[in-house]
C-alpha cells in the first residue's frame, strides 16, 4: 500500500524557517517525481514545486521561488522541503505528493502556520 | 501559466440525478506527442486529501466508480456523475499537468438536494 506520511509542520514566525520531511512507503521513491502542494484554510489546491526522479531537475512556483528548496534522499525513502523566510500568506496544509504524469498519490498533510 | 475556470462553483443535485461540472483551461492542454489531454480531477472531502478520479481527461483511476466520467479535449472539460449517491458530497478539482505551475480550478462544491 501506497503510503506518504509528512512531519515537520508546526507554529513559526514570520521570517523563520521549517523543514518538511515525508516519509514514502509500499513503492520505489526513486522510480517517481515527486511534488509538495498546499492548500490555504478554506481555499483550493495550490501546487508548490517538484522534483524528478534523481533530484536533477526541480521547479517551484513563483510565489516560493527563492525562499523554498525541494530535495529528495532515495536511499532514506523521504522527500523535504526547506522553508526560509516564510510569510504569513504561506500558512497552509503541506500535502507530500507522487506523480506518475498526474499526482496520483497525496499524503495526509502537514499544517504550516505562519504568525507573531 | 496556464488557469483553470471551473464552473458552476456550487451545484445542489438530487440523488440519483446527474450532476455535471465543467472545467476550462486557458490554453489547450492537449499534449501532440501522445495526443492525450493532461487534464485530472480530483475529490476532495473535509479533512481528507484530494483523490484521484480521472487522468488524461477521460481515464478513470483504478478503484473509481464507473458512474464518474471525464471528457472533453484541448481547453474544454467535463466532470459527469451519472447517479449521484450522498457519499460523492465533496468539492471537486480540475488540474493541468501539461505544464508548470501545475494549476487547479478553484473547485465545484457538490451539494445534495
Known amino acids: 500500500e501506497v503510503q506518504l506520511v509528512e512531519s515537520g509542520g508546526g507554529l513559526v514566525q514570520p521570517g523563520g524557517s521549517l523543514r518538511l520531511s515525508c516519509a514514502a512507503s509500499g513503492f520505489t521513491l526513486s522510480s517517481y517525481w515527486m511534488h509538495w502542494v498546499r492548500q490555504a484554510p478554506g481555499k483550493g489546491p495550490v501546487w508548490v514545486s517538484h522534483i524528478n526522479t534523481d533530484g536533477s531537475i526541480t521547479n517551484y512556483a513563483d510565489s516560493v521561488k527563492g525562499r523554498f528548496t525541494i530535495s529528495r534522499d532515495n536511499a532514506k525513502n523521504t522527500l523535504y522541503l526547506q522553508m526560509n523566510s516564510l510569510r504569513a500568506e504561506d500558512t497552509a496544509v503541506y500535502y507530500c505528493?507522487?506523480?506518475?504524469?498526474?499526482?496520483?498519490?497525496w499524503g495526509q498533510g502537514t499544517l504550516v502556520t505562519v504568525s507573531s | 501559466d496556464i488557469v483553470m475556470t471551473q464552473s458552476p462553483d456550487s451545484l445542489a443535485v438530487s440523488l440519483g440525478e446527474r450532476a455535471t461540472i465543467n472545467c476550462k483551461s486557458s490554453?489547450?492542454?492537449?499534449?501532440?506527442?501522445?495526443?492525450?489531454?493532461?487534464l485530472a480531477w480530483y475529490q476532495q472531502k473535509p479533512g481528507q486529501p484530494p483523490k484521484l478520479l480521472i487522468y488524461w481527461a477521460s481515464t478513470r483511476e483504478s478503484g473509481v466508480p464507473d458512474r464518474f466520467s471525464g471528457s472533453g479535449s484541448g481547453t474544454d472539460f467535463t466532470l459527469t456523475i451519472s447517479s449521484l449517491q450522498a457519499g460523492d458530497v465533496a468539492v471537486y478539482y480540475c488540474?493541468?499537468?501539461?505544464?508548470?505551475?501545475?494549476?487547479f480550478g478553484q473547485g465545484t462544491k457538490l451539494e445534495i438536494k
Open positions: 505528493a507522487r506523480s506518475n504524469g498526474r499526482i496520483d498519490y
Open positions: 488540474q493541468q499537468y501539461y505544464s508548470t505551475p501545475y494549476t
Open positions: 490554453q489547450s492542454v492537449l499534449y501532440s506527442s501522445n495526443n492525450k489531454n493532461n
